[in-house]
């Protein structure tokens, strides 16, 4: 994965887990990203936290597939920035005009 990847977090790679934001900060490190330019896309409550507590733009991923493990009103009670329901729909939101990211 290296070849497709600027930076790999697994578990292993940090103490806290989401909601705390250990990954992304070590993320943002290791590419020198900032927080605040960044969108950070998640299906489950604890992505949406984690970027927020990170100060990220944040997109909940809700494919209809997974109505069978999550509540979608308890994930929408995150108050994502933005809430895409396919692959199609976030490559719009990134080609979008960046002034709406």
């Known amino acids: ?4 990847f ?3 977090i697994s578990g292993d790679d ?4 989401k909601p705390d934001p250990e990954a992304f900060n070590q993320t943002f ?5 900032l927080p605040e330019e960044t969108l950070i896309i998640g299906d489950a409550k604890t ?4 970027g927020k507590n990170t100060n990220t733009i944040t997109c909940l991923f809700t494919p209809s597939d997974n109505e069978m493990f999550y509540d ?5 009670a995150t108050e994502p ?4 329901t396919s692959q199609k729909e976030l490559i719009r939101l990134v ?3 960046s002034s709406t990211l």
């Open 6 to 8: 600027q930076s790999i």
């Open 1 to 4: 994965l290296e070849q497709y």
């Open 29 to 33: 490190n290791n590419i020198s990203a």
């Open 47 to 50: 992505d949406i936290i984690a």
């Open 81 to 84: 920035d933005f809430e895409i």
């Open 14 to 17: 940090i103490t806290k887990h």
């Open 95 to 97: 080609n979008s005009d």
């Open 72 to 76: 979608f009103d308890v994930l929408r």
